[in-house]
């Protein structure tokens, strides 16, 4: 099983609809989660942080944790166009060192 | 956010010559920059991780004297791509890191080499 698995996609969604990312991970240690959005040609950003379960909510995104399941998503919400980008899942091995990053998953927004 | 320049943002440079690429943090010290390199519809790929003040360190298979690192201060870190050839282009990105409980890692804007 890899550290870090994501659905490379790609994952098509159309205008105004809500994307579904998902990511599940294998350390039940882990206890930071990263989302980062990578336009093609571009660097990472990173776009939202969890820590706790549950929902973390920040405009249009919400990251939600579910530890036991070892599980965590990211929910874009009313989504436009310049959300199409690949979307990269991390978990920080260790003490907050390296990042394991999940494959991505390549979105696109259909106008 | 944290802001993480990184400079050049492209070179194009003949065979053999060498390529020093800045990464510095700019509202943060950073106690450890990574850097990473990424060839097209792939994945980043950890090249080595530098600590201020300490040799860096590299991952199985990254040449540490093709690839130099020196991370002189809290911020500011640099790779020397020593006599690169056309197999070394590549995007090469940093990361910074203040080495606090959950913080994240962020991303310099990238150095896209291409050697001829």
């Known amino acids: 099983q890899k550290e870090v698995e994501q659905n ?28 980062y959005r990578q336009y093609s040609g571009k660097s990472p950003e990173l776009i939202m942080s969890i820590y706790s379960n549950g929902d973390k909510e920040d405009g249009r995104f919400t990251a939600q944790l579910n530890k036991a399941s070892q599980y965590v998503s990211l929910l874009i919400r009313d989504s436009q166009p310049s959300d199409s980008a690949t979307y990269l899942c991390a978990v920080p091995r260790g003490r907050n060192e390296k990042l394991t990053f999940g494959t991505g998953t390549r979105l696109t927004i259909i106008p | ?9 492209w070179v194009i440079c003949k065979s053999g010559t060498s ?43 990254v040449e540490k004297d093709k690839f130099l690192i020196n991370h002189a201060s809290l911020t500011l870190s640099t790779l020397t791509v020593t006599s690169a050839h056309p197999e070394d282009s590549s995007f090469y990105i940093c990361s910074a890191f203040r080495d606090r409980v959950n913080q994240p890692q962020h991303f310099g804007d990238g150095t896209r080499l291409s050697i001829l």
């Open chain 1, 8 to 35: 490379s996609g790609p994952l098509s969604v159309p205008e105004g609809a809500i994307a579904s990312l998902n990511c599940t991970y294998s350390d039940r240690g882990s206890q930071s989660f990263f989302w």
């Open chain 2, 1 to 9: 956010g944290a802001v993480v320049s990184q400079h050049p943002s």
């Open chain 2, 19 to 61: 390529v020093k690429i800045e990464c510095r943090s700019l509202d943060f010290q950073a106690t450890t920059m990574f850097w990473y390199r990424q060839f097209p519809k792939q994945s980043l790929m950890l090249m080595a991780t530098s600590n201020e003040g300490s040799k860096a360190t590299y991952e199985q298979g």
